[in-house]
């Protein structure tokens, strides 16, 4: 089938429904992946027990790590103390998806936890409080706020001139939401810094690993993306990488 659309593999985490574990993704980040960047899309389990990220890549065009309410367990980045929840089984795949999409030179892309993922796969590490302080401005909204209100909480990004992003976006500056309470500590070797928030800390980076491009954002462009333009321009690039255009 000439026409097909490309395959874009989404990664689940392991989520509690009722008394069970089930292997979830938000709804939010198939669809906007569908309908902006136009990909039919799998869902690949977070079950190393029972399955290698190399018997999969090979049958995916691209694949999409995820935000979660978990974090990566701190020894993947070289430390021990940490604050879950944590997620081993999607750590694992994870960032075993990242080598083997990269080997096959198909593209990579990442949004809030899977940016995180990538930059720790590739050698770097995260910071784990980016609370207000002397240092950073608050990245996450106030505990205790309804979840839509989580969201709300925006603050603007600077765009690399010379950047993927810019060139997709058309412009020097966005306002983003901003949900995360960890962020990059160490920026891993050969990654292109895309965007910075006003207090210096990375947003978004790309490179490209052999063959594979890959693209990551610490915002949620998939948040109501049917009302934000930028976030609609970020799938197309999704799309059109996929494409190889």
Same mark, same amino acid.
């Given at each position: ?16 429904? =009722? ?9 939010? /980040? ?5 309908? /902006? ?20 890549? =090979?049958? +995916?065009?691209?694949? %999409? +790590? ?14 021990? $103390? ?11 795949? !994870? %960032? $075993? ?5 990269? !080997?096959? @030179? ?17 050698? @770097? ?5 980016? *609370? !207000? *302080? ?6 996450? #909204? ?61 947003? #978004? /980076? ?12 610490? &915002?949620?462009?998939? &948040? ?14 999704? =799309? ?6």
């Amino acid at each position: 089938m000439t026409n097909a659309r490309p395959v874009l593999g989404v990664i689940a985490c392991q989520r509690q429904v =009722g008394t069970e574990p089930a292997q979830a993704v938000i709804e939010r /980040y198939i669809r906007a992946a569908m309908r /902006y960047a136009d990909v039919a899309a799998l869902i690949i389990p977070s079950l190393p027990d029972l399955m290698s990220a190399d018997e999969v890549a =090979g049958r +995916l065009d691209g694949v %999409l +790590l995820t935000g979660s309410p978990s974090n990566i367990g701190p020894h993947h980045y070289g430390e021990e $103390a940490g604050e879950g929840p944590f997620d081993p089984g999607r750590d694992e795949i !994870a %960032l $075993a998806m990242v080598d083997a999409m990269a !080997a096959r @030179g198909r593209p990579v892309f990442g949004i809030c936890r899977g940016f995180q993922e990538i930059n720790v796969a590739l050698g @770097g590490t995260l910071r784990r409080d980016v *609370s !207000a *302080s002397d240092d950073l401005l608050r990245h996450h #909204a106030s505990d205790g706020v309804a979840f839509d209100a989580m969201f709300d909480h925006a603050h603007p990004v600077s765009l690399n001139p010379d950047g993927v992003l810019h060139r997709a976006l058309g412009k020097a500056q966005l306002t983003v939401n901003s949900v995360h309470f960890q962020g990059v500590g160490r920026l891993a070797d050969g990654l292109t810094v895309e965007a910075t928030a006003p207090d210096g800390l990375v947003e #978004a /980076y790309s490179t490209t690993i052999g063959n594979a491009p890959v693209i990551a954002v610490q &915002w949620h462009p998939e &948040w109501q993306p049917e009302n934000n333009p930028d976030s609609q321009a970020f799938f197309r690039l999704m =799309g059109d990488t996929l494409r190889g255009i």
